[in-house]
């Protein structure tokens, strides 16, 4: 047995709390939350900075998941062990209120901030949605630079936007560069990159009970984004061929898939972590049992493990896009036979990855 165990790592959540939160961490997602209404965020697995999510469970219990990646590489990322800090970030948002409109930057503009982050790709899973509540996602057609800066100084940046009213399930892919925000009366699942580099550029003509509207950054906003992306419309999920299991994205930074139903779902044994999300029901993954708003981490050396539904369940299964070429292209899952047996074959997959890296 590898140092960090075979079993699922279960981490504390940590808990933002800002003005457009709610209760529904708690209500719908069973979190153990303090008594405000303004709980916004549960950041359920993070490695940024002082943001730290500590292990519940296991051997590894009260370790940081910076020590886990800096101590324990290769078994918790496999092939992707050259990564100085857990790449994903995973949240359960509560927008009780609406959010400010905000971007952010690629990798590239990133690099150049003080201090260098990473940018910031995210998706969005709706698990929740009021009636008539609102997704921004994307500008509408035909907004210049001009045109939104012109809307902006005249409090009427969201005429600009392009806004969705999403069905609970429907699945958005927000790449940098993309004016984005939620609206009111939505519960959202989120998988990103581990960044926070945000800039706000509405925030709905909003101030606070001293009359001070929240910072802005316009200038940034404007030269971020990336003006010839429309409309973003919801992801199209894609068989995988198998079953149970969906593709919702298959970008540069991760893969999302959704599996459902209520047969064994086998998993990982690719060398590489695997980030999972129950999202309705429950399920066992070797001896532990997780229902409904609970997350955890398979490590890369867990290998072959298989999340047991008990009746119907939904969890998300989200993972880095492979970097053997000869075992995984463009981001589809290989068979798992096709890597799960020669030593060899793994040993190879290390000098493939630095190639990759560096020509993204
Ligand atoms: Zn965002």
Redesign the pocket.
């Known amino acids: 047995m590898s140092t960090l165990g075979n079993a699922p790592l279960r981490f504390q959540p940590l808990f933002r709390r800002y003005l457009w939160g709610g209760r529904c961490l708690a209500t719908v997602l069973g979190k153990s939350i303090g008594t405000g209404d303004d709980y916004a965020e549960s950041w359920e697995i993070v490695d940024h900075g002082p943001d730290q999510s500590v292990v519940l469970n296991g051997p590894a219990a009260g370790q940081t998941l910076q020590a886990l990646v800096a101590e324990h590489a290769v078994e918790l990322l496999g092939q992707h062990a050259d990564q100085s800090q857990f790449p994903l970030l995973f949240k359960f948002l509560d927008c009780n209120r609406d959010l400010s409109v905000?971007v952010?930057p690629t990798d590239e503009q990133a690099t150049q901030l003080d201090p260098p982050d990473l940018g910031?790709s995210?998706a969005w899973v709706v698990l929740g949605a009021e009636p008539g509540s609102k997704i921004f996602a994307g500008l509408k057609p035909n907004v210049t630079c001009e045109s939104l800066r012109a809307a902006i100084e005249a409090g009427t940046c969201d005429h600009c936007l392009h806004a969705i009213q999403p069905q609970v399930g429907d699945c958005f892919f927000?790449e940098p560069g993309t004016v984005?925000t939620l609206g009111a009366g939505l519960l959202i699942a989120e998988i990103q990159q581990a960044s926070d580099i945000?800039f706000r550029l509405f925030d709905w003509n909003r101030v606070d009970v001293n009359g001070k509207s929240r910072q802005l950054h316009i200038e940034q906003s404007l030269a971020t984004i990336d003006f010839s992306r429309g409309p973003v419309a919801p992801q199209k999920p894609l068989p995988t061929g198998r079953a149970g299991r969906e593709r919702l994205i298959d970008g540069g930074k991760f893969i999302l898939d959704r599996c459902r139903g209520r047969l064994p779902k086998p998993l990982g044994d690719d060398d590489r972590f695997h980030l999972l999300a129950i999202l309705d029901g429950t399920v066992e993954i070797a001896g532990e049992t997780f229902t409904a708003g609970e997350t955890c981490l398979l490590p890369a050396s867990a290998g072959r493990l298989e999340a047991t539904p008990d009746g119907m369940a939904t969890f998300l299964d989200i993972y880095l896009p492979g970097t053997a070429k000869h075992a995984v292209k463009a981001g589809m899952l290989a068979p798992s036979s096709a890597i799960d047996t020669s030593p060899l074959q793994s040993a190879a997959l290390t000098p493939l990855h630095i190639e990759s890296l560096d020509s993204r």
């Open positions: 905000q952010h910031k995210e927000i984005h945000t």
